[in-house]
């Protein structure tokens, strides 16, 4: 079956390219059957205003407070942004046009920084700014306040205030990173605690144009009807807002359907589906509750896909035990300097939080002559070229913890962290540490454990590994999310019977946790239940 967005519109005038139905020439028993997304082809012609917004009303409500709160008047005017591609001029033009409803001077607007920015005037006006808004532009970091049961940001002054937006109005259509098929004729997944009907979801490159997408590996869903007539799709980016595109070509959807001679099943898990009964949840380790519950004894499992976050949050390798450097001079104590608190993850960075710490806790006070002393004399680190170099004024011994000497390439491998390595420099030489390289913390397999299949042997232990992820790290590449399909279906016999209640966590190879920079990012994971011959 094709599914296309210029089909049917005489019976359905709404369509569009992201959301259509499609009236079929004949009824088709599907009854037994189930359906998968084949390919999509969808002219990605994205507009710069985020879906976020276009998703929501009422951007903008204002009033002329005259000495009076918000809540004791009515207001003047507001105005709902629908347009998906807009310059900010219009921008600006479409908002003066709807809130400036009279000639006085209560209300302005203007644009600066280059073109890339806008400030908001009032006078004894209060403009009312939706969340989606100020998370877009950042006009304000004040709390929010309620309206008719809705939380808005407050922009207001009882004389004139200038308000400025703190991010520039982006030119540049904004892409999504995944696309999610939906189509209404399929069962929604057993875990059921929310309705999902995502037939597929799709990786893009936005570089891609348009886009033409063949599905590696097809996940089939069953129908929730016996008869089809009709097929309604929609596409949604990774937050499940639809889709908004320019005029373009039709979108294409092929579709396949199929009868199993084996009884199987497809379940499709998000990490925040279940977040309301299990509070401590987060997408690195998650639990999710089944709406019911399945009898593993008839069921093996595999993974057929997941989707991960891209960004690893750095500050989770190091603790005061494996980040550090010791400094030993002769008929001095040694100096323990702790490098747990790094924030900027570069050697600039690294180099100069270095050398503050030093600044700050090497200097003493003498007590014969109560001046400030550095016992270890003038040591400063610099960098170039992204090495690492050390100058001493006087010969001290240097020891590295075993995972800063990884990362200045002095060791092969970080098996031990906390292991210190020595170095040794003599009177007024500048030594070269290495070359710091941060990305050799990134893990490059990722380890999905759960708690519904029997142990495998994992190295020289016994572990309930899902599947082994390959990984990279996509700070570099821009890429905030990336999809692993598995080449094979890796079927793993299952060890509860009657589970409700499924929980998953990522590792690396060492077994520790992993920890994701953005923790409120989605965990989407695919699962084949296949019935045991």
């Given at each position: 079956m094709v599914m296309a967005s210029n089909a049917s519109t005489d019976l359905y005038s709404e369509n569009s390219l992201v959301k259509f139905k499609n009236e079929l020439p004949t009824a088709v028993a599907v009854d037994g059957c189930k359906i998968a997304l084949q390919s999509i082809n969808l002219d990605n012609k994205y507009g710069n205003i985020p879906n976020g917004i276009l998703a929501t009303k009422n951007h903008f409500i204002l009033f002329h407070t005259q000495g009076n709160t918000e809540q004791d008047?009515?207001?003047?005017?507001?105005?709902?942004?629908?347009?998906?591609?807009?310059t900010i001029f219009e921008f600006v033009e479409f908002i003066t046009t709807n809130l400036k409803k009279d000639d006085t001077k209560k209300f302005e607007i203007a644009i600066i920084n280059n073109f890339k920015r806008i400030r908001i005037t009032l006078r004894n006006a209060v403009l009312l700014v939706h969340p989606q808004i100020n998370s877009w532009l950042n006009f304000t970091t004040r709390p929010p306040i309620k309206f008719k049961g809705e939380a808005y940001f407050a922009l207001s002054s009882k004389n004139v205030r200038e308000n400025f937006s703190h991010v520039d109005f982006s030119m540049i259509p904004t892409s999504p990173s995944l696309i999610k098929v939906q189509l209404e004729q399929m069962c929604s997944n057993v875990s059921g605690v929310k309705l999902v009907q995502d037939l597929a979801i799709l990786k893009v490159n936005p570089a891609q144009y348009p886009i033409d997408i063949v599905c590696k590996r097809k996940e089939y869903f069953e129908f929730n009807c016996n008869k089809l007539s009709t097929l309604s799709a929609s596409l949604v980016d990774e937050n499940n807002y639809p889709l908004h595109l320019?005029?373009?070509?039709?979108?294409?959807?092929?579709l396949q359907v199929k009868k199993f001679p084996?009884?199987?099943h497809v379940l499709r898990l998000s990490s925040l589906e279940s977040s309301d009964l299990f509070s401590d949840n987060q997408n690195n380790n998650f639990q999710i509750q089944l709406k019911e519950p399945i009898n593993f004894c008839e069921w093996d499992v595999a993974l057929t896909s997941i989707c991960l976050p891209t960004k690893i949050d750095m500050k989770r390798f190091f603790t005061p035990s494996n980040f550090y450097i010791i400094l030993k001079k002769p008929n001095v104590v040694q100096h323990y300097l702790p490098l747990n608190d790094l924030i900027d993850f570069t050697p600039e960075g690294f180099v100069k939080h270095l050398n503050e710490k030093l600044k700050t806790?090497?200097?003493?006070?003498?007590?014969s002559t109560q001046k400030l002393v550095d016992v270890f004399g003038a040591i400063t680190f610099s960098t170039e070229e992204k090495n690492v170099h050390i100058f001493m004024s006087s010969t001290v011994e240097i020891?590295?913890?075993?995972?800063?000497?990884?990362?200045l390439h002095h060791t092969k491998t970080a098996t031990?962290?906390?292991?210190?390595?020595?170095?040794k420099g003599a009177i007024k030489q500048l030594v070269l540490m290495g070359k710091l390289d941060f990305k050799r913390l990134y893990p490059h397999v990722i380890f999905l454990y759960c708690n519904f299949i029997k142990p495998m042997t994992i190295g020289g232990s016994f572990g309930q590994v899902l599947q082994m992820i390959p990984y990279y790290n996509g700070s570099a590449g821009g890429d905030e999310i990336m999809k692993y399909e598995a080449q094979h279906l890796d079927f793993l016999p299952l060890s509860m019977n009657d589970a409700t209640m499924l929980h998953f966590e990522m590792r690396d190879a060492s077994g520790g946790?992993?920890?994701f920079e953005d923790a409120t990012q989605e965990i989407l994971i695919t699962l084949v239940f296949r019935k045991k011959t």
């Open positions: 008047v009515n207001p003047v005017a507001s105005c709902t942004i629908t347009d998906h591609d807009m320019s005029t373009g070509q039709p979108t294409f959807l092929k084996m009884k199987s806790s090497l200097i003493t006070i003498d007590s020891k590295l913890s075993g995972l800063l000497a990884y990362l031990s962290p906390t292991e210190p390595v020595v170095m946790n992993i920890y």
